[in-house]
């Protein structure tokens, strides 16, 4: 059975990097290109990036060019997404997914939440 799971999110101050990671079980994650999205509170679930399944390509919404990084280490079947310079309005429940075009797998979330 096709799972994905999400690890990583947590607690941040503004300004402040946290990397998540995406993994999976019933596939093998380096033969799919991976995204994430994320969901704010009250909003719409927002595509933030995507990584092909060689990892050549990345491609990543405005927001958070310059600020986050997806990659992925074949050798543990696991994609990343790190992200730094997080402000309050990165706050949501980040989800990984596959593929980038299909949407057809998704995790349960991993939340980034912001310590006042």
């Known amino acids: 059975q096709l799972q994905l799971v999400e690890s990583g999110g947590g607690l941040v101050q503004p300004g402040g990097s946290l990397r998540l990671s995406c993994a999976a079980s019933?596939?093998?994650?380096?033969?799919?290109?991976i995204g994430w999205f994320r969901q704010a509170p009250g909003a719409e679930r927002e595509a933030v990036t995507c990584?092909?399944?060689?990892?050549?390509?990345?491609k990543y919404t405005d927001s958070v060019k310059g600020r986050f990084t997806t990659f992925r280490d074949k050798t543990k079947k696991t994609v990343y997404l790190h992200m730094n310079s997080l402000n309050p309005e990165d706050t949501a429940v980040y989800y990984c997914?596959?593929?980038?075009?299909?949407?057809?797998?998704w995790g349960q979330g991993t939340q980034v939440l912001f310590s006042s």
């Open positions: 997914v596959t593929d980038c075009d299909t949407f057809a797998a």
């Open positions: 990584i092909s399944s060689s990892g050549d390509t990345t």
């Open positions: 019933g596939i093998n994650l380096d033969y799919y290109g």
